[in-house]
Each structure stands twice: as structure tokens, then as C-alpha cells.
């Protein structure tokens, strides 16, 4: 099956932080722009990162510029999302998305998509 797999939630007190990580199963990361997703409880999904295949070019969301950080190892097929000064409204269940456009990606609709990893922000 090609898909994402994601790991690395888990919970943690507010201004602390996680490492997410995301490796692709069945496609190769540096044929790939890459992306977060999270969706918190009754709220709709959110796009908050996208990393062109080269990782050169690189969009956060305001919602974690400063806070978040990719970086990818296409040598290792890898990406990993640093996110530091979390806040309760952080708390989400956390998806990794993968297509070789990045337009589809900020437009909700990536080819391939993670089984997602809980992030829970205690306050």
C-alpha cells in the first residue's frame, strides 16, 4: 500500500515540544512535495506545512510559522516536523501528505496521505 507513515506524537505540556517524523511507504520522498495536516476535534483540517520535493522551498501556515520547522533527508527518506512552543490549540491528530505537485497539496488534496499521530498539548 503507498501511503505515509507517521510517527513521534504523544503528549506534552504546553511550551514544550515534539518531533514528528514521516516516511514514505511505496514512493520516493525526493519525487515528492511534502506536507502537514492536522485536524483537532470538531474542526475542519488544517494544511499548516508544504516542502517542495527539494526542501528548498518551504510554507508554513500562520498558525505555526515560528514554531515549526521541516527539514527532509532524501537521501534517508525521511521528513521530520520540529515543533517547538506548543500551545493547547496545537492538540490534534497530526497528518503527513505526500504529491509530486504542491499545489495539490495546499489545496487539501494530495495524492497520498498518513494514517496520522496524535499530538495532545496539556495546558
Known amino acids: 500500500q503507498v501511503q505515509a507513515v507517521e510517527s513521534g506524537g504523544g503528549l506534552v505540556q504546553a511550551g514544550g515540544s515534539l518531533r514528528l517524523s514521516c516516511r514514505p511507504s511505496?514512493?520516493?520522498?525526493?519525487?515528492?512535495?511534502m506536507g502537514w495536516f492536522r485536524q483537532a476535534p470538531g474542526k475542519e483540517r488544517e494544511g499548516i506545512v508544504c516542502?517542495?520535493?527539494?526542501?528548498?522551498?518551504?510554507y508554513y501556515s500562520d498558525s505555526v510559522k515560528g514554531r515549526f520547522t521541516v527539514s527532509r533527508d532524501n537521501a534517508n527518506n525521511i521528513l521530520t516536523l520540529q515543533m517547538d512552543n506548543l500551545k493547547p490549540e496545537d492538540t490534534g491528530m497530526y497528518y503527513c501528505?505526500?504529491?509530486?505537485?504542491?499545489?495539490?497539496?495546499?489545496?487539501?488534496?494530495?495524492?497520498?496521505w498518513g494514517q496520522g499521530t496524535q499530538v495532545t498539548v496539556s495546558s
Open positions: 501528505a505526500a504529491d509530486p505537485r504542491p499545489a495539490r497539496i495546499w489545496g487539501g488534496f494530495p495524492k497520498y
Open positions: 511505496g514512493f520516493a520522498l525526493d519525487e515528492h512535495a
Open positions: 516542502s517542495a520535493w527539494n526542501g528548498r522551498n518551504t
